[in-house]
């Protein structure tokens, strides 16, 4: 069975700060893996999608990593603003189409 | 607008009843979702679509009923609500063809927050 871990579960860091949040899993057998990011009340918003056959994915100031052999994945955040506060997911999606397994996410809180 | 949305946004309701929480997208894609998010457990399947007329059972699908008689629609029914049943729970859809395969990112709704008092 996939299990999808997210550590640490929170975060804190100044604004303007550099920072890398961790997924790993324990099944290299994934389709692709997709990061989103919730904010309080609301639903999930999708960041990027990385392909089992990609390395990485940028979007403006984020940049997804993954290393499937290994079972990590990678979000990294450029200049963190206090927009970016939110919690962070990671999903991986592997063993059929309706098989995407979440983590758990990490909260980050950036301080002006 | 365009995307999923779903109603009510809160709801709360007494142990027995049945209730049912909508969904609807506008992208006309095959797939749809039903999760609920719950502190501890993260976002759990409870039951999943891959077309009109084409339901099947996810991680957690005791209690609850799907239908989907139509492309954009899949309604979420507790047959009788229970208090275990109380959280956020979430719809989501996905594309899949020929040229998007497996890699179609989910989209999500805003959700649903149910209480089962």
């Known amino acids: 069975k996939q299990e999808v871990t997210q550590i640490p579960a929170a975060l804190s860091v100044p604004e303007g700060e550099n920072l890398v949040l961790n997924c790993s899993f324990t099944?290299?057998?994934?389709?692709?893996l997709q990061w989103f990011r919730q904010d309080p009340g609301k639903g999930l918003t999708s960041l990027l999608l990385?392909?089992?056959?990609?390395r990485e994915q940028t979007s403006g100031r984020l940049n997804a990593s993954l290393d499937k052999s290994s079972g990590r994945s990678t979000l990294y955040i450029a200049a963190s603003q206090p927009g970016d506060s939110a919690t962070y997911l990671c999903?991986?999606?592997?063993?059929?189409?309706?098989?995407?397994?979440f983590g758990t996410g990490t909260k980050l809180q950036v301080i002006p | 607008d365009a995307g999923i949305t779903q109603s009510p946004r809160y709801k709360i309701t007494e142990t027995g009843r049945q209730v049912t929480l909508m969904c609807h997208q506008t992208?006309?894609?095959?797939?749809m979702f039903w999760y609920r998010q719950d502190l501890g457990h993260g976002l759990r399947l409870i039951y999943y679509?891959?077309?009109?007329?084409?339901?099947d059972k996810g991680e957690v699908p005791d209690g609850y009923v799907v239908s989907r008689s139509k492309t954009e629609n899949f309604p979420l029914t507790l047959e009788s609500a229970t208090r275990s049943q109380t959280s956020v729970y979430f719809c989501?859809?996905?594309?899949?063809?020929?040229?998007?395969?497996?890699?179609?990112?989910?989209?999500f709704g805003n959700g649903t927050r149910l209480t089962v008092t």
């Open positions: 679509s891959a077309a009109a007329d084409i339901t």
């Open positions: 999903a991986v999606r592997g063993g059929g189409y309706q098989k995407v397994t």
């Open positions: 989501a859809s996905s594309d899949v063809g020929q040229a998007t395969s497996y890699n179609s990112p989910l989209h």
């Open positions: 992208w006309s894609h095959s797939y």
């Open positions: 990385i392909q089992s056959s990609q």
């Open positions: 099944d290299s057998a994934i389709y692709n």
